[in-house]
């Protein structure tokens, strides 16, 4: 019975410094709400509700996007990536820019930037910033020429 006890306390510290290291490499990972008040929409069309789910995907990242237009209509994709400025496919349907893939570059520990491309033709980079806290991300949009598209996407942790 001893064995048992010491087999599942061992197994619990193990998890939690498992989800210690994931939430360090993966500072994003967990269900982010966009802060609509706090957003700003310039280019990119609308959004009403957006919920951004994050998790680690070996040495990349899984998101996936769900939520709905201020018209009304849906809004739903994803992606699988590394931190390689590889060109990954985009899924679904609302993606901003109408990008079919995404390359992930780490700028440091909390700062990513994505390159978003249609048809093999950079349409927009991305900078995604988690606060010092890690309560708040904040997504900026710039167009091929990195001029700033006035888009801004402010999440917060759920």
Known sequence: MKRIVLGVAVLVAALVVAQN???QNVPTAGTWKLNVEK???AKIKPVKSL???TEADGDG???SYEGEFADGSPLKFMFSAKYDGTDYAVTGEGKPFDTDTIALKRLDAKTVESTLKKDGTIV???KSAVSKDGK???ITYTDAQGK???DLGVYDRQ
């Open 124 to 126: 927009a980079k991305v």
């Open 51 to 53: 919920t951004r789910t």
């Open 136 to 138: 708040t991300t904040t």
């Open 39 to 41: 957003s700003k929409f």
């Open 148 to 150: 700033p598209t006035g």
């Open 21 to 23: 290291v994931i939430a």
């Open 61 to 63: 990242v899984k998101i």
